[in-house]
Every structure is written in structure tokens, then in C-alpha cells.
């Protein structure tokens, strides 16, 4: 990744972003986000976790998961196609709770040296 | 000779490993590759210890459900020495089997949140220069399948990876963006600027 707005046009790969564009992404750039990924994962380790451990006890930290899941569907809602199904799928209360949980158990379960191999074993086979 | 001991820790869980260097295979005085005893530590929960025989497997059964979590598969693993059963999407019950027929299974249970500190825990030692002990098999099968599939799905990657990533990207940024905003800082600034 020679610079961020390398990463940003890599962004924009997304079919569910407003701003899609297909540049052909190579191998070697897939493998530069999975690491991005994982290097942002261990940073924000304890606050992921927090998410995680707010839905094990709803009563005491349902705080943390609404402000988390409104920001979530906030940013969702500003920058992807919310004409798209897969999009509203993602907006639906009852479809992504599932899918929210499982990307965070997945970011928090890649944070060591060889997370990205993880992430990666994860991604081809989930 | 004095035994070493190694410990690995993330947030809640702690990993102990107590042993010894093969120093006849020209190894560091500080590193293990003999370990006599392990003790895996979790805050509020009984302790989890026992040989060397039983680590392997205990590794592998929790690398195999968290796998099986994840790829969507039926979160379920059995084996003599440990189950693992998934109670609903937080919530996981661990069975710890005795070998010695008068020991009662020890249950107990675990949310996501403690799944992923022992399994990083499980990584962090995986990973480490300084325990020299037989690779867990999931660990090393991950490692390896990783590589042959790549190029064959590269369309397939093309297509779903950045919606994945974009979707982590946004998980990401939401809670730190959260973390670092305080409506009550504002509301005071807001005052001070306008007081009335």
C-alpha cells in the first residue's frame, strides 16, 4: 500500500458502497487489507470485546451494544447503497444481529502475530 | 535445576506453562520444550490444569469449535477429555472430563468474550520462540489450507472481499468513534459559547 488513497480506491471495490468502482484488486492488495484488518483488530481488541461481552450480560451493558449497533447502522445508512438488498439485509434488525456478532467474534479471535492467515482461512470458508 | 515458567495472558485468561529447556538439543536456559505443567487461568472460573498430554487436545478442541463458530458450521465438538456446545450465539458450555473415574465433569461456561481470550491465549503460546512443543494440528492445517485455495478463488474474493472488509472497516470506526465522542463535553462547550 504505497499510500492511504491506494486504500481508500481499494475501499471502493465494494458493490455495497455508493462510490463502486471495479478496480481489479490483486492478490497482493487483498492481503494488505487482511492485515490492515488484523493490525486495527489487535488496537481495538478491548473495545470489540466489550461489544461481545455486552450481549453475554444484556442487562448490565446494553448501553455499549445500542450506541455500537446505532453507529454502525448510521454509517451503513451514509455510505452503501441502501437501494441494494444485500444492503437492507444488513439494515434488518432480525437478519444482521447474527452476522454483526459473528464479524466481531471473527476480528477478535485474528489479533496474534499470525492473525491474518486466520482471518483469511476464515473468509474462504465461512 | 530450576523449572521455568512462561505465562500468557489476554484480558481475563491467563496461560501458564512450567518446564524445562532440552539443553542436550542446545536450547536457551530460558526456553521450555519439556513441560511438566499447565495452568490455564480464567478470572472467575475454576481453574483448568493438568499434564502435558491433555494440552494438545484441549488446544485443538477449542481452535476446532471457534473454527466451527465462525464457517457457519454446527458449533459442536466432543471428545473424551473436553465438549464444547454452543448454549445460544453468546453463550458456550466447556465439559472438562476426568481421566480418574471418581472425578465429577467439571461445566462450565463461557461467553464469546472468554472464547477469544483463550484462544488468543492458545495463539500467543502457538506462536511463541520460547515453548518448544508439538504445533496444535488445527493451528498448522490453517496455515497450510490458507495457501492452496487462494489462487483458485481469486473471483470469489474479488467479489465478496470487500464487502467483508468494508463491513469490519465499519464495525471498526463505529466504536471508535464512539469511544472518543462525549455529548456532555459538547453540550458544556456549547454553553460557554453561547451562554444564555
Known amino acids: 500500500m504505497p499510500n492511504k488513497i491506494t486504500i481508500w480506491k481499494l475501499r471502493n471495490n465494494n458493490p455495497l458502497r455508493k462510490s463502486h468502482i471495479n478496480n481489479d484488486i490483486k492478490l497482493e492488495e487483498f492481503d494488505a487489507l487482511i492485515k490492515i484488518t488484523v493490525e486495527m483488530s489487535k488496537y481495538l481488541y478491548p473495545y470489540i470485546r466489550q461489544i461481545l461481552k455486552s450481549k453475554e450480560e444484556p442487562q448490565k451493558n446494553s448501553v455499549i451494544w445500542n450506541d455500537f449497533y446505532k453507529r454502525f447502522t448510521e454509517l451503513i445508512k451514509e455510505r452503501f447503497n441502501i437501494n441494494s438488498i444485500r444492503v437492507k439485509k444488513l439494515l434488518n434488525q432480525s437478519d444482521n444481529y447474527e452476522i454483526i456478532i459473528k464479524s466481531l467474534l471473527m476480528l477478535s479471535l485474528c489479533i496474534s502475530n499470525e492473525g491474518y492467515k486466520k482471518l483469511k482461512y476464515f473468509l474462504f470458508y465461512s | ?196
Open chain 2, 1 to 196: 535445576m530450576l523449572q521455568n515458567k512462561l505465562s500468557f495472558h489476554q484480558s481475563s485468561v491467563s496461560l501458564e506453562i512450567t518446564g524445562l529447556p532440552d539443553l542436550s538439543n542446545n536450547e536457551y536456559k530460558d526456553q521450555i520444550s519439556i513441560i511438566s505443567e499447565w495452568k490455564l487461568n480464567i478470572i472467575d472460573k475454576p481453574l483448568i490444569e493438568g499434564r502435558i498430554e491433555h494440552l494438545g487436545p484441549i488446544i485443538d478442541a477449542f481452535y476446532i469449535y471457534s473454527n466451527l463458530l465462525v464457517t457457519n458450521n454446527i458449533p459442536l465438538y466432543e471428545s473424551k477429555l473436553i465438549d464444547i456446545k454452543a448454549e445460544n450465539i453468546h453463550m458456550h458450555n466447556i465439559v472438562l472430563k476426568s481421566s480418574k473415574s471418581d472425578v465429577k465433569p467439571l461445566t462450565i461456561k463461557i461467553g464469546n468474550s472468554l472464547l477469544s481470550d483463550i484462544v488468543n491465549c492458545f495463539d500467543q503460546l502457538n506462536e511463541s520462540s520460547k515453548v518448544k512443543i508439538k504445533k496444535s494440528d488445527t493451528f498448522d492445517n490453517i496455515h497450510k489450507k490458507v495457501k492452496s485455495p487462494l489462487k483458485n478463488k481469486v473471483r470469489y474474493i474479488e467479489y465478496f472481499m470487500p464487502p467483508f472488509i468494508s463491513i469490519c472497516s465499519l464495525i471498526l470506526l463505529s466504536y471508535t468513534v464512539i469511544y472518543f465522542y462525549s455529548p456532555l463535553e459538547n453540550k458544556e462547550k456549547n454553553e460557554l459559547i453561547s451562554p444564555k
